[in-house]
């Protein structure tokens, strides 16, 4: 069985899907790899380094006429979907939620498709395959180590000849795995951090990292399925857009990470709540995107200074500025999956398998998707309204 691995295409994407090591292990377990000329490049890995794991080095167009498996970081371009046949198989984060037309599109080229970014995450046999975290830990991180660059004072308190600088005040908007990895990090650089979640259940893990968790009197729990945060009303939204900004204008730092699945992120950070925090004050949105993110007037991989002197730092694709560590940790999850997948060096799909239900999303030219399988893309759409 041969796995490919194509170069990722798309703007500012520097992961790659596996690393040597993962070609390694896939060796072992008897399957050949084949990797695009210069996949590994930006993430400093050699078309040697692949050879000597015991890859195959093939341009593309090859390489995806040979393919029984082509793994991605993201979805595979319109060139490489263009070159596919029934019969092989696309596994990656493919996002294909919010976007019936995707998944119908691999259907009707007969394409079996694999969507890493839907893992059933508590299953405890899909850990080592949960791309999600994987990446959301690397988000979270950087998000910090961004914040700490662009701020202007010290993270820590400093005590000098030259007179004492006090510890920044860092607020995190959306304690998940992305949140919990960005307190532990200004934690760790000495800041004092402070966190808010509508899931109200994050607290415990909030204080564990020595931050303070923030509680709204105005917003109540708002825990929907799966361990996920549900949209909130109209009311809620105002009342903790307001809530919030007291808050947000006592801090040096704001990084939001809020997240609600199939939706727009939720704007937290509105212009007034901008307008009270001080000059020199730093705001990440992790959740930046086209769309919008959880910061009014954030602009995707963009920074943004407002007229008060606030900057505004669009983080939306933060795992790909640390493209050595996320892609060994997405191809961990990678070869995790496939060697799930894979029996008598084929892929064997098996739809009454829950871990498979909830990952594979086309099927011998079906869409075979529980939340993708209606015409209007099940509760999965992105619906524009989140705001
Ligand atoms: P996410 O990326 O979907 O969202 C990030 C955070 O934003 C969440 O904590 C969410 O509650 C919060 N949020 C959403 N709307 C908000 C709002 N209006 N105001 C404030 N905060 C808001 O979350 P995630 O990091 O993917 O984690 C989701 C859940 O999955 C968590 O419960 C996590 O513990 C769980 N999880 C479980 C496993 C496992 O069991 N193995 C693995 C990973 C994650």
């Keep these: ?15 790659v899907a596996l690393v040597p090591e993962a070609v390694a292990k896939l060796r072992a377990a008897g399957l050949e790899v084949l990797v695009e000329t210069g996949a590994g490049d930006s993430a400093w890995l050699s078309d040697d380094a692949y050879t000597e794991a015991g890859a195959g080095i093939t341009a593309r167009d090859e390489l995806v006429a040979g ?65 999600l975290t994987s990446q959301a830990n ?74 303070t968790f ?17 949209a909130l009303t109209d009311e809620e939204r105002q009342a903790q857009q307001d809530e919030l900004a007291s808050h947000i204008a006592k801090h040096d730092v704001v990084i939001t990470t809020a997240q609600v699945p199939g ?21 990440v949105d992790m959740g930046a995107s086209a769309l919008g993110g959880n910061v009014e007037g954030s602009r995707p991989e963009e920074t943004v200074v407002t007229e008060n002197g606030v900057t505004i730092i669009g983080a939306g694709r933060l795992p790909s500025t640390m493209p050595a560590a996320a892609s060994a940790m997405y191809a961990r999850n990678v ?26 999303i086309t099927y011998e030219g079906q869409v075979v998707h529980p939340a993708l399988s209606d015409s209007a893309g099940g509760t999965a759409r992105v619906d524009g309204a989140a705001h």
């Design 67 to 131: 393919a029984d498996v082509i793994v991605t970081v993201g979805r595979p371009d319109d060139q490489v979907i263009a070159g596919l046949r029934p019969g092989q198989a696309v596994l990656g984060m493919l996002a294909p939620l919010g976007d019936p037309g995707f998944a119908q599109r691999l259907a009707e080229a007969g394409v079996t498709a694999v969507s890493l970014d839907l893992i059933p995450r508590t299953l405890p046999r899909a850990q080592s395959m949960d791309a």
């Design 1 to 15: 069985m041969k796995v490919a691995v194509v170069k990722e295409t798309a703007p500012g994407e520097r992961r």
């Design 335 to 360: 070869s995790a999956l496939l060697l799930y997948l894979v029996k008598d060096d084929s892929l064997a799909v098996d739809l009454d398998d829950d871990l498979q239900r909830g990952v594979v």
């Design 214 to 230: 923030i509680e709204l009197t105005s917003v109540g729990p708002a825990g929907g399925e799966g361990g996920y945060a549900r």
């Design 138 to 211: 690397i988000a979270g991180y950087k998000a910090a180590i961004v914040a700490a660059g662009a701020f202007g004072r010290f993270f820590p308190l400093l005590i000098t000849a030259a007179g004492t600088a006090r510890p920044a005040r860092v607020l995190v908007l959306g304690t998940g795995v992305a949140g919990l990895q960005a307190i532990g990090t200004a934690r760790r650089l000495g800041a004092v951090v402070s966190a808010y979640d509508v899931r109200p259940e994050t607290r415990t893990e909030v204080e564990s990292l020595g931050a």
């Design 263 to 283: 939706r727009r992120p939720p704007l937290l950070v509105t212009a007034d709540a901008l307008k009270w925090m001080a000059a020199g004050s730093v705001v």
